[in-house]
């Protein structure tokens, strides 16, 4: 991460306990978008027009189930505590990109037809991740990397 600081943008929400389905549709749409829960109830993004206005919709929804919203715009009190949450949010998109580099391993072993399907879905995969990777870990070029491998088997001429 760079010496500059971050600004962020937090949706503080509170749901009520029951029912419990717009409370799990919150915590998908959140992880979704590639939101860290911060506190139980507060999430963050790193602030930009389009993390904004994603956390501003997820607030309305909030509030249309009955709960409470607020959407915060700040800075972490210190350079540590936002390495801490790039971290956090880093680490979690590093799983996902381990699942996919794994997943491309695997394809290359399948049939023509199923290897190029399975192509298919992890470019689509791989564009859902780096759309919430705001903090890009090592596993992103490997990723890359075994979809661009991948691509090239499949793609290549049979002779």
């Given at each position: 991460m760079s010496s500059r600081r971050t600004s962020w943008v937090l949706l503080a929400y509170r749901l009520p306990r029951d029912p419990s389905t717009p409370r799990s549709a919150l915590w998908r749409k959140l992880r979704r978008v590639g939101a860290v829960q911060v506190l139980d109830g507060l999430a963050a993004l790193p602030l930009d027009a389009r993390?904004?206005?994603?956390?501003?919709?997820?607030?309305?929804?909030?509030?249309?189930?009955?709960?409470?919203?607020?959407?915060?715009?700040?800075e972490l009190a210190s350079a540590a505590q936002e390495r801490e949450l790039a971290s956090r949010m880093a680490n979690g998109v590093a799983a996902e990109y381990r699942a996919l580099i794994a997943d491309a391993s695997a394809a290359r072993s399948e049939r023509a037809g199923r290897r190029r399907r399975t192509l298919a879905r992890l470019r689509r995969e791989l564009?859902?991740?780096?759309?919430?990777?705001?903090?890009?870990?090592p596993e992103r070029e490997?990723?890359?990397?075994?979809?661009?491998?991948?691509?090239?088997?499949?793609?290549?001429?049979?002779?």
């Open positions: 993390n904004r206005e994603q956390l501003e919709w997820l607030a309305d929804e909030v509030l249309e189930s009955g709960g409470e919203a607020t959407i915060w715009v700040g564009r859902r991740i780096r759309a919430r990777d705001y903090f890009p870990p490997q990723a890359e990397r075994s979809v661009e491998e991948l691509a090239a088997l499949v793609e290549e001429p049979v002779g």
